[in-house]
């Protein structure tokens, strides 16, 4: 990163640290912790016996996505898709 200016570095530690927490905890609970793709029926276990989820973005917000509904999917993650 040594190439990028001051205001670049700055711009993608904002992107990067996005402060969409609650909307994330709120979306998996809704969703009951299950992946949106269809057909998808793989559910993982976490340590503590929950269902473990992740929210991804459909336009990135690297690309200005916004963390809000409409532009959030409940999925799990990739290395687990067709188990």
Known sequence: MKELTPERVKRIVNLTIRKDTAIVRRLKAACQFKCQ??????????KGGGLYVEVAH???VAKRGQSI???LLVLMPESSQGV
């Open 37 to 46: 793709f269809p057909g998808c029926t793989a559910q993982i276990r976490t």
């Open 69 to 71: 509904l409409g532009n």
């Open 58 to 60: 459909i336009e990135p």
